[in-house]
């Protein structure tokens, strides 16, 4: 075993390190570390490799899982902030009950959760962000319901495309 381990290279190293640590401690660990690699159990078979399906599942998972989350977190506040008598007195409380000090964030998760927390079939059909856009104020309510429309019927809608198609129905509207 020894004759495979490169000695000169396991002294170059720790001699570097020498004013912080004795060499001989070092060396002696990188020898260490090539006999354990040397003497270590290889397996004979390698582990299944997970396949990209249940990658791709587990992921789905994880932004619902996610998606959850913030909701349940938006009807805290949400309830919080409807016993509070002032934004001074609820930003106070959120930061000492929650840990939380983003007031738009706090905003986000409060907005979305009143508007699609009793809507886990659209809620769980698709990601944070198209949430965070199909409930903006900035989203005018006749394409909310078309964008809802199409999520129930299962297509696929993003962020993204919700941002288009809010500045084009601006558009629309500032020429008609």
């Known amino acids: ?18 004013d912080v640590v004795p060499q001989r401690y070092g060396v002696a660990t990188l020898i260490h570390r090539e006999l354990n690699a040397a003497f270590a159990e290889k ?16 992921l789905a998972a994880a932004k619902v899982r996610l998606v959850e989350q913030n909701i349940e977190l938006g ?26 000090h983003d007031s738009l964030y706090v905003a986000e998760v409060m907005r979305v959760a009143r508007r699609y927390g009793d809507r886990p079939e659209i809620y769980r059909a698709v990601g944070w962000r198209t949430l965070v856009e199909l409930a903006s104020t900035t989203t005018p309510e006749a394409l909310r319901e078309k964008l809802e429309a199409r999520i129930l019927a299962g297509e696929r809608v993003n962020g993204a495309e919700i941002i288009r198609a809010r500045s084009h129905s601006a558009d629309c509207f500032k020429e008609g």
């Open 1 to 18: 075993m020894f004759d495979g381990i490169d000695i000169a290279a396991a002294q170059r190293q720790p001699k570097l390190n020498r």
């Open 43 to 58: 397996p004979d078979v390698a582990p299944p490799k997970q396949s990209a399906i249940q990658r791709r599942l587990e």
């Open 75 to 100: 009807l805290k506040l949400a309830a919080l902030r409807d016993t509070m008598p002032s934004n001074k007195k609820f930003g106070a409380a959120v930061r000492k009950q929650f840990d939380l």
